[in-house]
C-alpha cells in the first residue's frame, strides 16, 4: 500500500529535536522574506526612478527627433517640410536651429544652448506646465522674447519683469573676420533680446538653455535655409513607432529619426544595467540566505535515520522520502517569499501614497523617493527563490534517500 505523503511527512517531522528543526526553519523563512522583500524594494525604486527620468525628458524632448546622418545641420527644403507634413499621424513639426552661444546680462555673463524654434514650438505645449515666471511666448508686438532655464536666471540676475535691460547673445562669425586686432568686434554676430519666461525642469536644462524664435536664431549663426534638428509631434490616435517607421523610409539613409528613448538611450540602457546588476547582486543574497534551508535539510535528514528506516518498512519509496524533503524546503521559502512579496508590496504602496522615505535634498526634483512596481520584478523574485530553494533542498533529500537505502530491511 502506498504511503500518503502528509502522514508520512507528520510522522518524519515529529520527535524530541522537533522544536530546534522548527527554530532552524523559522530563520530560514525570515532570511527569505527579508531578502525577497528588500528586492522588491530596491527594484521598484529604479523603476521609480526609471519613470522619473523618462517623464523630465519627455517634457522638454519631442516624441521624435530628424536630425542628420552625417553633419551637423542639413538643408531643408519646402518640399521636403511638406512631404514630412503629409505623413500620417504627423501634427506638429517644429523646424529648430541650436548651438552653444556666449550670453550676456548687465555685469554677469556664461555659455549657454541657443535653440532657435519655429513658431509652432508653443503648439506642442511641452513646457506649458514648467514656466515659473513670466509668460509663454516667442515674439509679441514686434518684439523677441526669450525662454530661459532657471538655473540661467539665477546665474545672470535676469528679471523678466525688467523692459530696460536685453540678454545679448554672441556667436562666433562665419569665415573671414577682417584685422581682429584693428576691430574685434568683426569676431561675434551680436543680438538682443528680451527676457520673457523663466520654466524650471531639472539642472540639466535649467542651467544650459535658452529657447528663441528661429528667425532670431538663424541671422545671430548664419544658418540660412540649414537646420539642425526637425522636433515632431503625433496625433493623439497615431502610433509613435508607426510614425517613426514611416518617416525613415520617407527620409532614406541620410536621416536619423529617434523616439524619446532612443535619444537617450545610453542613459536608460545605463539605468536597465544597474537593475540588472543590482538583481543578481540580491540573487546571490537569497542564495546565501538559502544555505539555511540546506544546513537545516541537512541536520533533519542526519537525525531522522531510524525514521526513515521505519518509513521504508512502513511502504515508502525514494520518491516519497525525496519528496518529504523538498516539500519542507518548498514550505519554508513559499511562506519566507510570500511574507516577503507582502511586505515588499506594502511599503512600496505606502511610499508612493505618502512618500515615507525623503530624497534628503532640498533642491531635489522630488521630495520623496519615486517607486513604482512592476509585475514582472515580482515574477523574478518569486522564480528566483523557487529555483534556489530546489537547488538547497535537492541534495538533503538525495542524502535522505542513500540513508533509506543503507538502513531499509
Excluded at 508653443?122 to 511666448?137: A, F, P, T
Excluded at 511599503?347 to 512618500?355: A, D, I, N, P, R
Aim: proline share 2%.
Amino acid at each position: 500500500m502506498k504511503l500518503p505523503l502528509f502522514i508520512a511527512r507528520k510522522y518524519f517531522l515529529s520527535g524530541k529535536k522537533k522544536t530546534f528543526i522548527n527554530v532552524i526553519s523559522i530563520i530560514s523563512m525570515l532570511a527569505v522574506m527579508t531578502g525577497s522583500a528588500a528586492l522588491i524594494i530596491v527594484l521598484s525604486v529604479f523603476n521609480g526612478l526609471e519613470g522619473l527620468i523618462r517623464s523630465l525628458y519627455d517634457t522638454f524632448d519631442p516624441e521624435l527627433k530628424v536630425t542628420a546622418v552625417e553633419g551637423k545641420t542639413f538643408s531643408l527644403t519646402d518640399s521636403l517640410l511638406t512631404q514630412i507634413d503629409e505623413v500620417e499621424g504627423v501634427r506638429v513639426i517644429t523646424q529648430v536651429v541650436e548651438d552653444n552661444a556666449y550670453v550676456r546680462y548687465r555685469d554677469s555673463e556664461m555659455v549657454v544652448t541657443v535653440k532657435g524654434v519655429s513658431d509652432n514650438f508653443l503648439d506642442q505645449h511641452r513646457l506649458d506646465d514648467m514656466i515659473v515666471q513670466g509668460e509663454m511666448k516667442l515674439y509679441e508686438d514686434g518684439i523677441n522674447y526669450a525662454i530661459i532655464g532657471r538655473g540661467i536666471q539665477n546665474v545672470l540676475s535676469i528679471s523678466p519683469s525688467n523692459d530696460f535691460y536685453a540678454l545679448q547673445v554672441f556667436y562666433p562669425k562665419k569665415g573671414r573676420t577682417g584685422n581682429l586686432a584693428l576691430d574685434p568686434s568683426r569676431l561675434t554676430n551680436r543680438k538682443n533680446i528680451m527676457p520673457g519666461a523663466v520654466f524650471a525642469i531639472e539642472k540639466q536644462f535649467d542651467e544650459q538653455f535658452i529657447f528663441v524664435p528661429l528667425d532670431f536664431a538663424e541671422e545671430l549663426m548664419e544658418y540660412g535655409d540649414r537646420r539642425t534638428s526637425l522636433e515632431i509631434q503625433t496625433t493623439e490616435e497615431a502610433s509613435v513607432k508607426d510614425v517613426q517607421a514611416a518617416l525613415k523610409e520617407l527620409l532614406g539613409e541620410k536621416f536619423q529619426v529617434y523616439n524619446s528613448d532612443e535619444q537617450h538611450s545610453s542613459l536608460l540602457k545605463a539605468i536597465k544595467v544597474e537593475k540588472l546588476f543590482v538583481y543578481v547582486t540580491f540573487f546571490f543574497i537569497l542564495a546565501i540566505a538559502s544555505f539555511n534551508i540546506f544546513f537545516s535539510l541537512t541536520m533533519l535528514a542526519l537525525d531522522k535515520k531510524e525514521d526513515i528506516k521505519v518509513l521504508y518498512a512502513m511502504g515508502a519509496n525514494d520518491r516519497l522520502v525525496r519528496n518529504i524533503f523538498l516539500t519542507e524546503g518548498g514550505l519554508i521559502s513559499f511562506l519566507g517569499a510570500a511574507l516577503g512579496l507582502f511586505i515588499g508590496y506594502s511599503l512600496c504602496y505606502l511610499q508612493s501614497e505618502y512618500g515615507m522615505i525623503g530624497m534628503g535634498m532640498q533642491t531635489s526634483i522630488l521630495e520623496a523617493y519615486p517607486v513604482k512596481m512592476e509585475w514582472i520584478d515580482f515574477v523574478l523574485t518569486a522564480a528566483s527563490i523557487i529555483f534556489i530553494t530546489y537547488l538547497a533542498s535537492f541534495r538533503p533529500a538525495g542524502m535522505a534517500t542513500r540513508f533509506g537505502k543503507n538502513l531499509k530491511f
